[in-house]
């Protein structure tokens, strides 16, 4: 007796999945679809591209993973989350499927070899994320046995699915997912490997400080682009022995004196507005020309973070009051001096 289900063309399998998708929403699931797209390539980005090139060199993989590629194309993985050593996803198929998929952490003795021989070559986490790399960084990056990706060994299937083979079609679909998700969400790459990306540009930074005074070539902020960026008003002072000029923080009139000459209150930003939408956050975002992750930056949280705050569209946030006070402070900043204060803070 045949075990499988009937045959479902292309089309009924989407039908399947637009009502699987609104069902699982109905049921309250936080979905993060990975949405239908043409074309050839499964990725774009230097992170998503060298995440399905990593796969597709494994004899273990290569014969198996183009069988999931029109069901990743077709929009038929209803749901990818990347955590910590694990993704979890949801495949539409002649019915819903549960993907579990588990990765060996990076082993530290790998990841601390990878910190020393990217040392000094990385000039900021955005050219991180954004594969701004050397050749040189890519090949380590990269590299088959002592790079950031996992090789088959470290990675644990399971599909809930009749098919008994060890990499079926909906497991090859979630695998590319993947790397389609890198795309957007290059920082997803360390947290499934179980590292803090920012520890490759902690080491480049330490490097670089090492340096003597005279051939530091970090950049430093002008007193007027910091008042710009944090909404500080600092002057400078200079003694009468002449320099060394020192920096004085403004914070409003002497409270100490008995009387204080009355000064008006500075006018409101005409523009700034306060934020407190998902759709107020994506305004927000597009008006300083930035992607989620360079958003996130500046607004001290993650990019799933932005990315899920956008998607409430214009539903009341809960925020908290950290984020909320964030958010307003950046609300009246112009995008010249929302870059200011991204490349500031990497």
């Given at each position: 007796m045949d075990d499988y289900q009937p045959y479902v063309t292309a089309a009924q399998r989407k039908l399947l999945a637009q009502k699987q998708i609104k069902a699982l929403k109905a049921e309250g699931y936080d979905l993060q679809p990975i949405e239908p797209f043409g074309g050839n390539k499964i990725a774009k980005s230097f992170w998503g591209h060298a995440w399905c090139r990593h796969l597709e060199a494994f004899s273990d993989y290569e014969n198996r993973l183009p069988r999931g590629r029109s069901y990743l194309k077709n929009g038929f993985v209803c749901h990818l989350e990347i955590t910590p050593g694990f993704v979890h996803a949801l495949v539409a198929g002649s019915e819903r499927y549960e993907i579990n998929i588990s990765i060996t952490p990076l082993p530290a003795k790998t990841w601390d070899h990878l910190k020393q021989r990217c040392s000094g070559k990385i000039g900021s986490l955005i050219e991180l994320l954004q594969g701004k790399l050397s050749s040189e960084v890519m090949r380590i990056v990269t590299d088959p046995q002592d790079g950031l990706f996992p090789s088959p060994k470290e990675i644990q299937l399971s599909c809930d699915c009749p098919d008994y083979a060890d990499l079926c079609k909906?497991?090859?679909?979630?695998?590319?997912?993947?790397?389609?998700?890198?795309?957007?969400?290059?920082?997803?790459?360390?947290?499934?490997?179980?590292?803090?990306?920012?520890?490759?540009?902690?080491?480049?930074?330490?490097?670089?400080?090492?340096?003597?005074?005279?051939?530091?070539?970090?950049?430093?902020?002008?007193?007027?682009?910091l008042t710009d960026i944090f909404g500080v008003d600092l002057t400078l002072?200079?003694?009468?022995?002449?320099?060394?000029?020192?920096?004085?923080?403004?914070?409003?009139?002497?409270?100490?004196?008995?009387?204080?000459?009355?000064?008006?209150?500075?006018?409101?930003?005409t523009s700034a507005k306060t934020i407190t939408t998902g759709q107020h956050v994506t305004q927000l975002r597009e008006t300083f020309g930035m992607t989620e992750y360079e958003f996130a930056i500046i607004a001290e949280v993650s990019a799933t973070t932005v990315r899920n705050w956008e998607s409430k569209g214009p539903t009341t946030l809960r925020l908290r009051a950290p984020n909320s006070a964030t958010l307003q402070t950046l609300a009246p900043l112009t995008p010249e001096a929302a870059w200011d204060r991204l490349n500031y803070l990497v």
């Open positions: 909906h497991l090859a679909a979630v695998l590319y997912g993947i790397g389609r998700r890198l795309d957007d969400q290059p920082e997803l790459l360390f947290t499934l490997r179980g590292v803090d990306q920012a520890e490759l540009v902690t080491d480049t930074l330490g490097s670089t400080l090492q340096q003597s005074p005279g051939t530091s070539k970090r950049r430093r902020l002008a007193p007027s682009s002072e200079q003694s009468e022995e002449g320099p060394p000029s020192k920096v004085r923080l403004d914070l409003g009139p002497d409270r100490t004196a008995q009387k204080p000459t009355p000064k008006s209150p500075p006018a409101k930003p």
